[in-house]
C-alpha cells in the first residue's frame, strides 16, 4: 500500500512538472507578471502614466524577488527588459528624462533589439541634449542610435504601443539633426534634417537652402520665412501633427 501511495506521489509530481514545461511562465509565475506588464500598458495608452508608472514598478520589485529566490529563473529575466522599457517610457512621459534613459539602458541588457526599447532610449537621449543649451554630443547619441534601428532590421513599431512606429523615429532624426544645424539633405550619409523630412513626406521635395522662394510649407513660390533654418522648423513641427511626438 505504501508503495503504491509513493508511486502515486512520483506519477503526481511528473504531472505538476509536465504542466509547468508545457507553460514555464507559470513555473516562476512569470504568467502573472506578464499580465500585469500588458495592464501597465493598457494604463499608458489611455495616458495614465504615474498609474502605469505603479504598475511598473510593483511588477519589477516581484520580478527581482522571484530572480533572488532563484538566480536560474532564466524565464523571469526575459520579461524584465519589458518592464524597463514600461519604467522608461512612463518616465519619458512624466518628463523625467535621465530616470528613463537609465531604465532603458538596463532593458537593452535584455533585448537588445526591442524597437520600443531603442526608439524610448533615443527619445531620451534627445530630451537631454536639448536642454539648453544644447549639448550636440548627447543629441549625436539619439541620431546614432537611430542610424543603428534603421540597419538592425528589428521591427517597425512597438508591439505594445503600435502608435510608437518608424516615422517617430524619422521624426526625432530630422529634429536631432535640427537641433545639431545640421539642416541638409545628405542622400550619401543619410544626414540632415530635410533628409530625414523627405522620409517622411517627400513632398517637400521642392525646398532649396539657395532659394528663398522654397522657404515656405506648401510650394507657393514666396518666401514665407526669413530663413531657410526657420522654413525646416514651422515644417518639422507640421510634421509632428502627425507623428507621435517625441
Known amino acids: 500500500m505504501k508503495r503504491i501511495i509513493k508511486i502515486t506521489g512520483i506519477i503526481s509530481m511528473i504531472f505538476v512538472l509536465s504542466c509547468e514545461a508545457n507553460d514555464p511562465l507559470s513555473f516562476y509565475g512569470g504568467g502573472e507578471l506578464v499580465e500585469r506588464i500588458e495592464e501597465g500598458w493598457s494604463v499608458f495608452r489611455n495616458g495614465h502614466f504615474d498609474s502605469a508608472l505603479a504598475i511598473f514598478d510593483s511588477t519589477l520589485i516581484d520580478a527581482e524577488t522571484i530572480m533572488l529566490e532563484d538566480p536560474n529563473a532564466n524565464l523571469i529575466r526575459s520579461t524584465l527588459g519589458d518592464i524597463h522599457t514600461g519604467i522608461g517610457w512612463c518616465n519619458l512621459r512624466l518628463l523625467h528624462a535621465e530616470t528613463a534613459r537609465e531604465h532603458f539602458i538596463i532593458s537593452q541588457g535584455y533585448e537588445l533589439y526591442s524597437f520600443g526599447t531603442s526608439v524610448g532610449l533615443m527619445t531620451a537621449y534627445y530630451e537631454l541634449g536639448t536642454v539648453f543649451p544644447i549639448n550636440s554630443t548627447v543629441v549625436d547619441s539619439a541620431i546614432q542610435i ?89 515644417i518639422i513641427l507640421e510634421l509632428e501633427k502627425d507623428v507621435f511626438p517625441a
Not at 539657395?210 to 513660390?221: E, I, K, S
Open 146 to 234: 537611430g542610424h543603428w534601428i534603421f540597419s538592425s532590421g528589428m521591427p517597425e513599431e512597438f508591439e505594445y504601443n503600435q502608435s510608437i512606429n518608424v516615422d517617430d523615429v524619422r521624426l526625432l532624426m530630422a529634429k536631432s539633426y535640427f537641433s545639431n544645424g545640421d539642416l541638409s539633405d545628405n542622400d550619401t550619409e543619410k544626414a540632415g534634417a530635410l533628409y530625414w523630412i523627405l522620409q517622411l513626406d517627400p513632398e517637400y521635395v521642392y525646398l532649396d537652402a539657395a532659394d528663398p522662394f522654397t522657404w515656405n510649407l506648401y510650394d507657393n513660390g514666396e518666401q514665407d520665412y526669413d530663413s531657410f533654418g526657420e522654413a525646416i522648423l514651422m
